[in-house]
Structure formats: structure tokens, C-alpha cells
């Protein structure tokens, strides 16, 4: 099953030439999960051939424009493209009146359903939960009320070992149960356990998103083991206290993270428009954490 | 005096890869004023190197996206790269209303006066009178309340010809009165009318932005005679019920408006995304006022 992240967006609020504010395409089993929406998503959309027509859930961190301003562009692109499906939309209660008064007064009715779900910022839900993946908000430490969203594929069932089922000549009406972890009985009555007809299916494997907090060990628990966890990475950390002061992360702290939480690998973005290139930041988050990547814009990074 | 206009978007409301929603820089007298605030225009105005400390007044037409959807943006990059001084936000009532919702749920106050005024979409008003500049209301015909905006260079003061007022030996003193029109009489008494001394200054430049309508002849009158006309051109002709359906005008009707109001240059744009290139677009339009061209981001027309 498919499982990548696709990143349109990882500049922090300032703005930067050739850095777009924070979104990111989540492609699960060919079905697109969007993780905030900052000015310009569309565009970037366009850009890198993500067609919102095969996105069916939108996720908005918090209300800090550089995370959802491009969400009501978005909305009206998808209903001017005659969009009838409907769209879920996640995010802290007061999007939905935000979203509401700008259709207003430009007086458009949107032509497909979207299923509004207010976040709480106070405890960690599960938000989706489908045939392919369990969706479970992460409550941060923001300036504002904030959660970030970590994406878990669901367990699949057990596979058959085909040749021991073969040997014994079970017949296929009874696979499905076997999958499913149950033994299996003879005619002649001798009873085969299931674990000697199949194995566990590989551990499902799980992304981390956790956009814009401060260090807080509060999430570390939530977010232990991910396959890959994307933390905000704001400054450098000689830039430590302006980290503190404005609830934001650095480098160094989101690789400490990374380590502490047991991560398998760690994508920093969240940039600052200070820094033009981002090779310290790489450098310092390496230094702790050395399967550290940068989230550039248009990079595609399997989840495995 | 400069008198320009650079283009940081064009297209209409359908995202477009490679075109901008609308927006435009007017450099009067190296001021910038800000007509309409597209989604994305502030990565065009860092792309183009329009500095936004220099924009003092900002229009907004109406409270279609595409024409405003990049100001919240816009506004908070100011607020974060310290703007102090004062800015004044012209646009339809219910704009204030969309800011100040953002603003509150963002839990920003922006550190710098925003003065906003409100456009009357019922009858064309002066809203901006300044030492270089006088900025009106156009009423336009669109699907909400829509005002374009007509830009006229303050009349200059009459210009003088220096080698008579040498020859004469009128001293320097005199000089502004002359300028303002006086006549001069010489210590003996001869009177020298002043248009002997001077001539008039150059006839005032005008720039009219006529975005989004269809074709009225209702704002004929007070466009007739600018220096240059930007006027949208959604469609071609051929889709002239598309065009009227949705209160738009197309490239060859944009062509008749400019002649009809004796325009000196046309400019079209707010193109549809259906149009990937847009040769048949200005072919039309020259079919009928040669003296057009297309309004492609980040090219700049110099008014006059």
C-alpha cells in the first residue's frame, strides 16, 4: 500500500522567495490526505501534478495564516472545477466561521458537501478511521490552539504461509478465517494452530506531523515509534530563546525529539525566512539524529 | 514623475499554472498603490521586487477570491517585518469583517494603524487626494458589488520658459506666482501676460482599472479619454453567453470599450484558465483597438 508524504510547503509565517507557507500531500493507498493549507497551496498543487479532486480529507494544524489562508482558495477552486464529492475538513472550531463568512460575501454556494470537524486542542482523537488508516489529532504547545495529526495505517490481517496451507490441502473457503487468526480443524479432527499457517502482517507503519510547537514532552508518548515523524524546526538553536518566545522549535530539539521518541526518521521544515539555505539546520539536526531529511518543496518521502 | 503599472497577476478565479489571480503595483511617483490582492501576491511582489514598506494605500475591487484572497497574507508579513506607519485599505464594506475575524482567531494585532474605508459599489467617489494623485471609485456591473478605481496624476503647475524670463530679467521670486498663472509687471509698468511666460503643463495621465464587469455602458463616461485602460477579458467573443452569464466581458468587447471611451492603450487581462496561451485573446482585441497589449506578470507600462 501506498504510503508517502509530498511536501508543497515549509516555510514558516515570513514570507520567502522560493519557500511556500506549510502544506503537505499525504498519499495513502492512491487516496490524498492534505495537511494545512498555507497561501499559495493551490499553486503548488499545480506545480507538482497533486489534483485535488482525489483529496477527501483536509487537516488545518491551527489558525496562524502561513497554515490555512489557502484553504478558501482551495475550496472555491474545487467547487469552480464542479466538484460534487464530499470533502472532510478538520481543523479548530473557528475555521468553519471563517470559511463561512467568505463564502458569504462572495456569495457562493459551494456545489459539493464538506463535512466540517472541529479539533480539540485538549486531548488527542481519533479523527479518521477507514479501511486503510486511523487518524488520531496530537495536541501541541502553540501560541494558539493547535493539533497535529498523526496518520496510522491500519493492522492488516495475517498472511498465509501457501505452501504449508497447500501441503495439508486446506481448503480456500477456509483462508479468510486463517487471516483473521483463527486455527484450523482437520476432518479427521487434528487441529493446527494459526500460528503454524501464517504470519503476523508487517507492523503498521505510522507518520508524525507536529507543526508549530514549542518543546514539550507532553506529545512524546502519542508520537513514540512513528515511522516518520515531521517536526517544525524553526531556528537554529542559537536562537533558542526567540524558539521559547514565539512557541516554535529548533533544529536541534526536534532530532532530540526524534531520539527520545524512538523515531525510525525525522524530516525538519517549518523554516524561518532568515535562513536562505538550510544546510545548518540539516547539519545540527544530523548531529544528534543522523536520519534527518529537509522537507523541500516538491520532494516525495516514502513512509517504510 | 513616474507613472507606471506592474502586473503580478492575471488570470481569473481557476488557478492556472504559471498565472496569478489578480493583482497589480501602481508606482506613482516611486508610491505604490496596490490595485486588488490576489491569492499568492506577496510571492509575486518578492519575485517582482515590489517592496511592500513602499505600499501605502492598498484596493480592493470585490470580495471574489481571486481578487483578495492574499491580503490577510500580505497584511500579517507586514506586521511581522515591523511596519509602523500607517496603511489605508480601500474595499467593499464586509471586507473589515473578513480581516478582523482572521485577525482575532490568529490572536494578532498588527502593530501598525490599518485605516480602512469603505467603497460604495451605488456611485463613483473620490477616496484618495493627494499631493500626486486622485484616486475615484468606478461602479462596475459584476455578479456582487464591484468598484474598478481611476488613478489621474494631479494637474502641474504651469511651466515656465525660461530664456524669456532671463531676457526679461524677471527675478527668481516671481517664479511660483508665474507658475501658478499670474501675469508680471516690470518695474516700469509693462504688463506681461502670462501665457507669453509660460506654457502649459503636460495634460494629466490617467489609468483606469476596470475589473470584474460585464460590458455596461454605464462607466463609459467617467473612463473616457485615460492614458491607458486595463480592462478585463475573460473570454473570447465566441463565449460571449459564458461571458455574460457570469458578468464578465471578452477581449474583443474590452477592444470596443477602448474605443468607444477614446483610450489612448488598452491592457486586458483577469484571463480564464481555459486559455493557455493567450495570443487569440490579443489578436481579438487588436482586431478592433491595435493599440493593445496583455497584462503578463511582471511586465511593468509606463502611463503616458
New interface residues.
Partial sequence: MKFEVTILGSSS?????NR?PTSQALNVNERLYLIDCG??T??QM??FDIKSSRIDHIFISH????HY??L??LL??MH??GRKKALQLFG?T?LK??ID??LK???TTLQFPLEFVATNAQKAEVIVNNNDIIVETIPLDH??ECCGFIFREKKRLRKLIKEKLEELNIPVEYYTALKRGSDYTSANGVVYKNETLTVDSNVPKAYAYCSDTIYNEQYFNQISNVTLLYHEATFLNDMLDRAKETHHTTALQAAQIALKTNAKRLLIGHFSARYKTLNELLDEARSVFPLTELAIEGKTFNIE
Same sequence: chains 1, 2.
Fill in positions: 509565517a515570513t514570507p520567502i522567495f511556500n497561501e499559495g493551490q499553486q499545480l506545480r489558525l496562524h495564516g502561513d489562508l489557502g478558501i482558495g472555491s477552486s469552480l472545477n479548530p473557528h466561521e471563517i463568512i467568505q460575501y462572495s456569495e501560541r494558539i
